[in-house]
């Protein structure tokens, strides 16, 4: 990530009331992605699961 440190975006994940999690699963919500995604984001899209950019997970949040 580029925009927020992996902790900052957890914090706010949860201050908003979500969970952050280590690794995704079919009750994953959405994984948020830096420049180089790697193979969560691809298990996520093979689940279905939203898959947000870190700007795009930033204006969620405003």
């Given at each position: 990530?580029?925009?927020?440190?992996?902790?900052?975006?957890?914090?706010?994940?949860?201050?908003?009331?979500?969970?952050?999690?280590?690794?995704?699963?079919?009750?994953?919500?959405?994984v948020?992605?830096?420049?180089?995604?790697?193979?969560k984001?691809?298990?996520?899209?093979?689940?279905?699961?939203?898959?947000?950019?870190?700007?795009?997970f930033?204006?969620?949040?405003?």
């Amino acid at each position: 990530l580029q925009l927020f440190t992996r902790d900052e975006a957890e914090r706010l994940v949860e201050r908003w009331g979500g969970r952050a999690a280590s690794s995704v699963s079919r009750n994953t919500t959405f994984v948020v992605v830096g420049q180089n995604a790697g193979s969560k984001a691809e298990k996520a899209r093979d689940l279905n699961v939203t898959v947000l950019t870190e700007t795009e997970f930033k204006r969620m949040l405003e």
